[in-house]
């Protein structure tokens, strides 16, 4: 059974840092392009981050450039989102997911193959 879980979420004040992890397993993932997503209340869902399988190419969402760091660990089947300088507006549920064309990830409505359930992270003013 396929499985991604995030952790790692939590509170923390404006301007903090928080680093997310998401555990894989289940298959391989190898091929696979692992991307970050998150939803506010009463909002859709969006893109944030990316990482494509091989060289590790990285796409972030305009909000987020400069501030959120997407890595992968792929002897462990691990991916991490490294979120600094956070804002109240980053609210939001996080989740990960996974793909093999990066496409499907960064459209509008992003359609994956894999989603994990999602971890809460609330900024504070």
């Known amino acids: 059974q396929v499985q991604l879980v995030e952790s790692g979420g939590g509170l923390v004040q404006a301007g903090g840092s928080l680093r997310l992890s998401c555990a894989a397993s289940g298959r391989t993932f190898n091929g696979y392009t692992m991307g970050w997503f998150r939803q506010a209340p009463g909002k859709e869902r969006e893109f944030v981050a990316a990482?494509?399988?091989?060289?590790?190419?990285?796409h972030y969402a305009d909000s987020v450039k400069g501030r959120f760091t997407i890595s992968r660990d792929n002897a462990v089947n691990m991916v991490y989102l490294q979120m600094n300088s956070l804002k109240p507006d980053d609210t939001a549920v996080y989740s990960c997911?996974?793909?093999?064309?990066?496409?499907?990830?960064?459209?509008?409505?992003?359609?994956?193959?894999?989603w994990g359930q999602g971890t809460q992270v609330t900024v504070s003013s």
């Open positions: 990482i494509r399988w091989g060289v590790g190419s990285t």
């Open positions: 997911a996974a793909d093999l064309v990066l496409g499907r990830l960064t459209t509008a409505t992003p359609r994956a193959e894999f």
